[in-house]
């Protein structure tokens, strides 16, 4: 399963592209950051990051879009910006029949981390052991959008971890801190 | 000039378009309300929207499309949807090649009534009267849409109050209030 995981952003707007399997394994296809320049017009702004994910779309065919949900809470600068991109992303995907999930900073956090506060170094760290690269992805925003990726392939149902390769149904102990954590980040919504 | 104003809503989003002469001359083309289903999911509510949109510049090709301005001091609940929609709106006109216009509530109602703070009721009659309607067009996203594309019609030089149609730079009574509201809106940014 490949899934499309985006960090929303005018300025800068994570892609990051995974390959879901067995027991939880997730592998790096690609990562990039869209940008648009601070100086255009917000039209042009959209544009310019609404061009490189359908770019990604094109390359990647993925079979899902994990997009972090945008609370209206915070950052009041950024967050019409960051709305605008998630509606163009949201627009695009339903037009090329791909589903899109939506999954708060938090459970994305604790799903990666078992940390639903985690820090971005932790989530950083964490993608970059989960994906078995040799250095954490940058910007942030890279990261980002590959912890949104993989928060979906664990939260959405790919695998869960009664149900691993071996299907003997016992989970490693690193496996049940993370059920634990993505059931708490469900209840808090 | 044709221009088409926009009332930017996830379940219902106003679309009127407007031929704008000389003198200030407005007059009525096409004014439609776009709805989603609140029960569906939002890519799909989106999708809904910005297919009517795609379709209102299939029929009409506006010159410009003028767009209400999101504040996030705005209802929380309903200002994520706004946002959305405003972005797929932008994305579109600019992949067009469409210039796009932003206007605040208290400018558009400046433009038209001459009051900031004018009420919906008051927006809805001023836009009868401007375009010649025996009834104020219902819902109330109809009427704003109608308002947004005034004053961009106004606003964005299309006439101005000292190059009037006869040329004498003399003013009505009425175009130099608005020309004063006009200024006093821009003031307050």
Request: hydrophobic share 50%; aromatic share 4%.
């Amino acid at each position: 399963v490949r899934i499309l995981g985006v960090d929303p952003g005018l300025t800068r707007c994570g892609l990051g592209v995974i390959e879901a399997g067995r027991s939880r394994s997730v592998s790096l296809v690609d990562v990039t950051v869209a940008r648009s320049a601070t100086h255009d017009e917000v039209p042009a702004r959209l544009k310019a990051i609404a061009d490189a994910f359908d770019a990604a779309l094109d390359e990647h065919r993925p079979d899902a879009v994990a997009l972090e949900r945008v609370f209206a809470q915070q950052n009041v600068r950024t967050v019409m910006g960051t709305a605008q991109i998630s509606g163009v992303v949201m627009v695009t995907a339903a037009r090329r029949g791909i589903p899109v999930a939506l999954y708060t900073p938090s459970e994305v956090k604790a799903a990666v981390t078992g940390n639903g506060r985690a820090d971005k170094a932790q989530v950083g760290f964490m993608v970059a052991k989960l994906l078995g690269l040799q250095a954490i992805p940058g910007p942030a925003d890279a990261a980002d959008a590959l912890a949104i990726a993989i928060a979906h392939a664990w939260r959405g149902g790919v695998n869960t971890v009664t149900a691993d390769a071996a299907g003997t149904g016992h989970a490693t102990a690193a496996q049940r801190r993370w059920a634990d954590a993505e059931k708490a980040a469900r209840k808090r919504g």
